[in-house]
């Protein structure tokens, strides 16, 4: 997989199948996004490239974690992007037409129904998918991957992180993904990144 971290410019690529997002965590929702871009991958050939918004806000995942199972997933370019002040006051159809359409040369956009961008996230889904029409680009919405009654986010995710609830973090993160989760950190050993949340006797392996 090729990783680029954007400081400036996006860079130029051609018919590439993209979904974007912050993927702070890998959870279930996500690999379905991932899976639609490699299905598109699979029949046309285009690249697969996952847009990954990044802040400073705490995270599931490092950003190492974060390349190591989006490659194992098969994503042929991983570009993150800082939300930068430029980025975030980006008008919607001017990131549409400078970086989907014209940087990545986008042929289609996989997206969940929750997804929003642009400055003051103007940018929603039906945005989107006229936007595609208007700029030459196939856009999928997919609904929310549910728990029973609650959307699986990354937001979840953290709130059962914070009970230590080791069971239901797993159910989330690999349902349906090729991965699984060994011991990493002993109990109340101090976790050392303040920019992650702590995973009670987790970790991430690649199998």
Request: hydrophobic share 35%.
């Amino acid at each position: 997989m090729e990783y680029m971290r954007i400081e400036d410019q996006f860079p130029r690529l051609n018919n590439c199948a993209v979904t974007l997002g912050k993927f702070d965590g890998i959870h279930r929702g996500h690999r379905k996004l991932m899976d639609k871009i490699l299905e598109r991958k699979k029949e046309t050939g285009v690249h697969a490239v996952v847009l990954a918004f990044v802040s400073d806000r705490k995270t599931v995942l490092t950003n190492s974690e974060r390349r190591d199972f989006l490659e194992h997933m098969g994503a042929d370019i991983l570009l993150e992007c800082p939300l930068t002040s430029d980025i975030r006051h980006m008008k919607a159809d001017t990131f549409v037409r400078q970086v989907l359409a014209g940087s990545l040369k986008a042929s289609y956009v996989a997206i969940g129904e929750d997804f929003r961008f642009g400055f003051e996230r103007k940018g929603t889904p039906e945005f989107l998918k006229k936007s595609g029409v208007k700029y030459g680009f196939e856009v999928e919405i997919l609904p929310k991957e549910m728990d029973g009654s609650r959307k699986i986010s990354s937001t979840y995710i953290r709130e059962e992180l914070a009970k230590g609830n080791r069971k239901q973090f797993i159910v989330l993160h690999t349902y349906g993904s090729h991965f699984n989760y060994r011991e990493r950190y002993p109990p109340k050993l101090p976790f050392s990144n303040p920019t992650v949340l702590p995973m009670p006797n987790l970790s991430i392996g690649i199998i």
